[in-house]
């Protein structure tokens, strides 16, 4: 995601979601269940997901989704879409849940396959639904760093940009004008020993602003 300054500070500095979009299949005593895991960074998104999974099996009997938004997870929905009440929405949301998973939206789409699994078999199909393509998909972890901008003169600028892409800290521009800038991005808990690192290449001389935070 692209830096962004302002706006609430999170509550934690990583977090984990799904590496990538995928659908994966199960068969449950003649009943298919699909399942479609995205990632998403706000509920207009998730439910657009929602929306193209209904448009891509319009033969399913019931597309059930879950979703888990925010670092935190503060925000957490689900829905059974006409199943029994608590036989779908909430075991697959249940799994996320178990997961740590966030930013992270499910639809299992299920194609009736003629035999009623009752309220004990949806509740294991539609979690297993889930836990089975997270396994496929595989997970990621993303952490929060600081934006910070450094300059310095251009007598210790060569110096600097060689330290700087050499080190553990991301590089993730350089501009040359009045002075040479450097925006490093860096993890909250080691901005300190950045800037004490900074501070003895430099010489206490190098000017640092933080200018956002952003994941990775």
């Known amino acids: 995601m692209p830096p962004s300054a302002g706006g609430p500070i999170p509550d934690r500095d990583t977090y984990r979601t799904i590496a990538a979009a995928g659908v994966h299949e199960i068969e449950v005593r003649r009943s298919r269940f699909l399942c479609a895991l995205a990632p998403v960074d706000s509920a207009e998104a998730a439910r657009e997901v929602i929306a193209e999974r209904r448009r891509a099996e319009p033969a399913a009997r019931h597309h059930c989704h879950a979703f888990v938004l925010d670092p935190d997870g503060r925000t957490q929905r689900s829905s059974d879409d006409g199943e029994p009440a608590g036989t779908a929405g909430t075991p697959m949301l249940e799994v996320l849940r178990r997961r740590e998973l966030t930013d992270t939206v499910a639809v299992v789409s299920r194609h009736f396959g003629g035999v009623l ?78 800037l004490a690192w900074l501070a003895d290449l430099t010489g206490g001389s190098a000017e640092v602003a933080e200018t956002g935070r952003y994941w990775v």
């Open 117 to 194: 699994l009752g309220a004990g078999g949806l509740i294991r199909a539609y979690g297993q639904a889930v836990a089975d393509a997270i396994d496929a998909v595989g997970t990621v972890e993303r952490r929060l760093l600081c934006l910070l901008r450094v300059s310095v003169d251009y007598g210790r600028a060569g110096r600097v940009e060689g330290e700087l892409h050499a080190s553990k800290y991301q590089v993730t521009g350089t501009h040359y004008d009045d002075a040479a800038r450097f925006e490093i991005g860096v993890r909250p808990d080691q901005v300190p020993g950045f």
